[in-house]
Structure formats: C-alpha cells, structure tokens
C-alpha cells in the first residue's frame, strides 16, 4: 500500500507561482510513476503532469506544459510540480497519484480512473 501526501498549496494572486510536492511512503518500490491532477469546483478532475520514477519521463498536459514542471527527488520518495504565471482560472484542489497495478501507461494519458492511490489534496486559490 502506498500514501500520498500533498503539501504547498496557497493563496495567491495572478502571476505569482507556487510549487507543490507529493510525499510517497509505504510500498514506494510499486511506484512506476506518479502524475499531478486538479479539479475545480464543478468541473471534471483533469490530469496536469506525470513522471516516471526510474527513466524521468515526464508528460504534460498542453495547457499547462508552459507554465508547470514535474520533478523528483527519488532519496525523498517526493514528486514537485511547480506553477508560474498563475491564473484564476488555475484554481483548484491539487492531487497527487500513482496508477494501478499495471497501468502505469496512465501517467502519460492522465485517465484519472486508471489511477488507484490518491493523496487528499492541496488547495491553490489564485485571485485576480
């Protein structure tokens, strides 16, 4: 079994930039890969960013790949996404997760079902 925990969410205004990180603990030798979602009040949880634990493989959604970056600290079982130019329209919880047992294809497609293990999430608010 594996936890996520998400930390580094905020309140900021437009512009500014945040960085988030995923702390896996438990059964962290699984994890192929872990990908970063959002999900905004109302709409569908949507897949931002991925990576892959051993090669460093990263994929981005296009409508943020300008603006975010994935990265990892493998020593510290802990995944990064960093945020600039943020916009009102970037609000949302922020997750973490890792796929299911043989699905690790997902973390380059972000099909959210085919994720298994979640962090609880970590607010960003970003104002105008």
């Known amino acids: 079994q594996v936890q996520l925990v998400e930390s580094g969410g905020s309140s900021v205004q437009t512009g500014g930039s945040l960085r988030l990180s995923c702390v896996a603990s438990?059964?962290?030798?699984?994890?192929?890969?872990i990908a970063w979602f959002r999900q905004a009040p109302g709409k569908e949880r949507e897949g931002l960013a991925g990576?892959?634990?051993?090669?460093?493989?990263?994929y981005y959604r296009d409508s943020v790949k300008d603006r975010f970056t994935i990265s990892q600290d493998n020593a510290k079982n802990t995944v990064y996404l960093e945020m600039s130019s943020l916009k009102p329209e970037d609000t949302a919880l922020y997750y973490c997760?890792?796929?299911?047992?043989?699905?690790?294809?997902?973390?380059?497609?972000?099909?959210?079902?085919?994720?298994?293990?979640w962090g609880q999430g970590t607010q960003v608010t970003v104002s105008s």
């Open positions: 997760a890792a796929p299911r047992d043989g699905r690790n294809w997902a973390c380059a497609s972000f099909v959210a079902a085919e994720f298994g293990q």
């Open positions: 438990g059964y962290t030798d699984g994890i192929a890969c």
């Open positions: 990576i892959y634990k051993a090669e460093g493989t990263t």
